[in-house]
């Protein structure tokens, strides 16, 4: 006769196996997000680009991986032993992980953080940068400038930790970013406006006078559904850091995964409410591409606080992320001359930075002048480690392969000039051998009109001619 299994077990394997497999589908979650990097920025982006940024987001992930699998997660390890006092460095040690299949799962869940980070700096840089240079420069960052700032900050005892030497500085206190608002985001967002000023801005973004031109994106569709994806995958990023669900007693952590749930939710839809309403009175109208970067801003300023603040204090971190980000933005564009495409330093820099200050006066444990002392010296520490390392990456780039492409290859655009195709070409395809663009760009090449104007080989009046049915007038 057949004898059922009991379902007792082990408590705390049972519990450990439930929180391995939930770390396991938010990092699956957080992947998720990288479709909604491409669309959002594909979105900012002339036409001509658009497959130049869907090709360097792809670069991100695949070779990001690789490099943080071979080099970046013990480099991680190593700044955290290097700044810990006392502590002793074992090489060996730092690279285990590689043959350790225990370790690999939580190795794939901090490889998801370090692709977000490298993933925000493409649209900054977008429409300008060769392909070469940014190949390089992604894998610097995911190699080298992110994995130290994340052995300061969640590296055991690394520099910003309570044990660290700047924690141990300031009385015992650890630097509070529970899922990376400053660590990844600001640091995405700091190292995308360093490498926007070190390329230069687009070709006719200023005028003369330095007065800036728009140039619009070809599709703020593209933009908003990368954005509401992203808004999906964030979940996976704070709820997931949330990492033990069953205690090791087996109770259900729910409050803990609530918190940073509901935090991350009023914060989300704050910042979006927020920078509406500023463009609305600002511009007279509101902005959906606004609207789409305050839901982000919102977002990333949460991050660090979702498990740390009261759900006021979020919907408050949440506003003032709203609010900053067409603000900084318009700040960045017309005081700073510098030509971030996508906003990324007002997305995520300004608004990572800011939420991870605020944290101390909406702490549930209550507020503190040395966590306050803290949380501004780490943000100096990751915002001036970042700036340092992507200029000095930069200067590199710049003396070998070279940052920019010819003005030419920008004129034509990137897919063309630097890929060999066209993301759209049953728009920009041409019957000669001279692309043509839909954005409104000029190409080297016209038609002449029967009223003697000329315009552009494959405008949309070109294209309606060229395709049109013939057989007499209309019915």
Known sequence: MFEPLPLQGDITAIANSVNAVWVLLVTFLIFFMQPGFALLEAGQVRAKNAGNVVMKNMWDWSAGVLVFFLVGAAVSTIAGVLTTPGASLDLAAAFGYINDPGSWVGWLFGAVFAMTAATIVSGAVA????????????LVLTAFIYPVVA???????????????LGQALGGVGYKDFAGATVVHALGGIAGLTAAYMVGPRKGRFDENGDA??????????????????????????VGTQATVLTGEGAFNGEALGRV????????????????LVTTVWEGKPDPLFGANGLLAGLVAITGACAHVSWPGALVIGII?????????????????????????????????????????????GFSVNQLIMQ??????????????????????DLTVGLRVSEEEEEIGLDQG?????????????????????DGGMVPGSVRTDGGEERPTGSRADLAERFAPSGGDDE
């Open 127 to 138: 429409e300008r940068i060769k392909f070469s240079a940014y190949v390089i420069y992604a």
């Open 321 to 365: 992320g709203g609010v900053q980000t067409p603000l900084v933005y318009r700040w960045v564009v017309d005081s700073l001359k510098i030509d971030d495409v996508c906003g990324v330093f007002a997305v995520h820099g300004s608004a990572g930075f800011i939420g991870t200050i605020l944290i101390p006066f909406f702490d549930v444990a």
């Open 418 to 438: 630097e890929h060999g195709m066209s993301a759209y070409p049953e728009f920009t395809a041409d019957s000669g051998d001279r692309p043509a663009v839909a």
């Open 213 to 238: 031109n728009p140039i619009p994106g070809h599709s703020v569709l593209f933009a908003v559904i990368g954005t509401l994806i992203l808004a999906f995958g964030w979940y996976g990023f704070n």
């Open 151 to 165: 052995g300061f900050a969640w590296g055991g005892d690394g520099l910003l930790s309570s044990a660290g030497y």
């Open 261 to 276: 749930a509901l935090n991350t939710t009023l914060a989300m839809g704050a910042g979006m409410v927020a920078s509406t």
């Open 376 to 397: 501004i010296a780490g943000s100096a520490v990751i915002g001036v480690w970042t700036v340092l390392t992507t200029m000095v990456a930069m200067v590199a780039i």
